[in-house]
C-alpha cells in the first residue's frame, strides 16, 4: 500500500473535523508518512535524491490539499446538521464581540490636540522622570523658594536632582531649547505629586501646558486663545475673568474662571457661585525666557496649564478623580 492510499484509508475513518487535524499531525509532523519519505534522502545515492525530495514534496502537498478539503467538509456537515436539527432558530442574534473605547482623558486630549494644532500649535512630549532644573529651576524656582511647596515632590535620588515632574510646565523650557521662535506648543501628559489622596486629589494627574512665544505678545492674545480653547471644549462661548495668581514663572500669573457651563443661577458644580475656576496662565516671565535661550528683550510669550483630569470630570460629570486611574470596568464602560 501507498502512503497515500495509507492516508486515504485514515481518513476514510474519521468521523468529524477534529479526527482529520489528528490524522493531519501523525501523517504530517510526527515522523510518520510523509517525514519518513524525507528522512529516507540523505541514505539514497546522490543520483536519486533529487527525485526522491520531488516526490516527497508533492505527497505532501496532495496530503494538506486532501486534508483540508476533508476537514472543510466534516466543518459544513456540522453546521447543515445543526441548522437543520430542531431548535435552530436563525433569527437569534449572534454573539456581540465585545468592543473597546478610548478613555474619556485620551478622547478629551485628543480633542484638545485637534484643536491646538487647527491653531498653529505643535504636541510636544516630555519626560515624565524630570531634571530638577526643567521641573523648578529653569521654571524661576530656585532651591528653597517657598513655591516648592505647593508640588509636594516625589524625589528620585538623594540629591534631589532627578523628580518626578509635578506638572508639565518643563515642557516650556524644554519646548523652548527645541524650537525657534516664533511658535506654540501644547504639551499633554501625565504629572505626579506626593498627595494624600481624595475625591478631588490624586497622586497622578493630567494636565496639558500651553506656550506661544511671539513678538509683542499680550493679555489680549491669552485671553482669545482660552475663549476659543473653551468653545471647542464646552461647545459654547463662556464669558471668562482674571485673577491674579501666583505662579513664579508668570508675570503677570492669573487664574482664569469662566461661567460655569452648566447653569445661569449656581449648582453644585461651580458651588452655586456661577463661575468655575478653570486654569492658570499668564505672561511667561523673562527669566524662564533666559532659561529657555530666548531673548527676553525681543521675544515675549504666555502660557497655560489646562487641569485635563480636572476638566475631563467637569466635561463628563464625574465626581472623584480616583476613578480616572482606577482601571475599573464599571466606569471605562460608561465610555464605550
Ligand atoms: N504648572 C502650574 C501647576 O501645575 C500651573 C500653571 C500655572 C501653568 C501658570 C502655567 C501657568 O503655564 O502659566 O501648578
Request: charged share 25%; aromatic share 8%; glycine share 8%.
Amino acid at each position: 500500500m501507498s502512503d497515500h492510499d495509507r492516508l486515504l484509508a485514515l481518513i476514510a475513518e474519521a468521523k468529524e473535523a477534529s479526527a482529520v487535524e489528528r490524522i493531519r499531525d501523525e501523517a504530517l509532523e510526527k515522523q510518520k508518512l510523509v517525514p519518513a519519505l524525507f528522512a529516507s534522502i540523505p541514505s539514497l545515492p546522490p543520483g536519486e535524491r533529487k527525485a526522491r525530495g520531488q516526490e516527497a514534496n508533492e505527497l505532501k502537498r496532495s496530503c494538506e490539499e486532501l486534508l483540508a478539503a476533508c476537514k472543510a467538509w466534516f466543518e459544513n456537515q456540522a453546521l447543515a446538521s445543526e441548522r437543520s436539527g430542531a431548535g435552530f432558530d436563525a433569527t437569534i442574534p449572534g454573539k456581540r464581540p465585545e468592543r473597546g473605547s478610548l478613555h474619556p482623558l485620551t478622547r478629551v486630549t485628543r480633542e484638545l490636540e485637534d484643536l491646538f494644532t487647527s491653531m498653529g500649535y505643535v504636541v510636544l512630549d516630555g519626560p515624565e522622570v524630570e531634571l530638577d532644573w526643567y521641573n523648578f529651576e529653569a521654571l524661576n524656582i530656585p532651591r528653597d523658594h517657598p513655591a516648592r511647596d505647593m508640588q509636594d515632590t516625589f524625589r528620585c535620588d538623594p540629591q534631589g536632582n532627578v523628580v518626578l515632574r509635578t506638572h508639565t510646565s518643563p515642557g516650556q523650557v524644554r519646548a523652548m531649547e527645541r524650537m525657534q521662535p516664533p511658535f506654540r506648543a501644547i504639551v499633554p501628559g501625565k504629572v505626579f505629586r506626593q498627595e494624600t489622596t481624595d475625591a478631588s486629589h490624586e497622586h497622578t494627574f493630567h494636565q496639558m501646558e500651553g506656550l506661544v512665544v511671539g513678538r509683542d505678545l499680550s493679555v489680549g492674545h491669552l485671553i482669545g486663545t482660552m475663549k476659543t480653547l473653551l468653545r471647542g471644549v464646552f461647545g459654547k462661548e463662556l464669558e471668562v475673568r482674571l485673577r491674579p495668581g501666583y505662579f513664579p514663572f508668570v508675570e503677570p500669573g492669573f487664574e482664569l474662571d469662566a461661567r460655569c457651563p452648566f447653569c445661569t443661577d449656581g449648582c453644585s458644580v461651580c458651588k452655586r457661585s456661577t463661575w468655575v475656576e478653570l486654569l492658570p496662565c499668564g505672561m511667561v516671565h523673562p527669566n524662564v525666557l533666559r532659561a529657555g535661550g530666548i531673548d527676553p528683550e525681543v521675544w515675549s510669550g504666555f502660557a497655560f496649564g489646562l487641569g485635563l483630569s480636572r476638566l475631563v470630570m467637569l466635561r463628563y460629570g464625574i465626581d472623584d478623580v480616583r476613578h480616572l486611574l482606577s482601571g475599573d470596568l464599571r466606569f471605562l464602560e460608561q465610555f464605550a
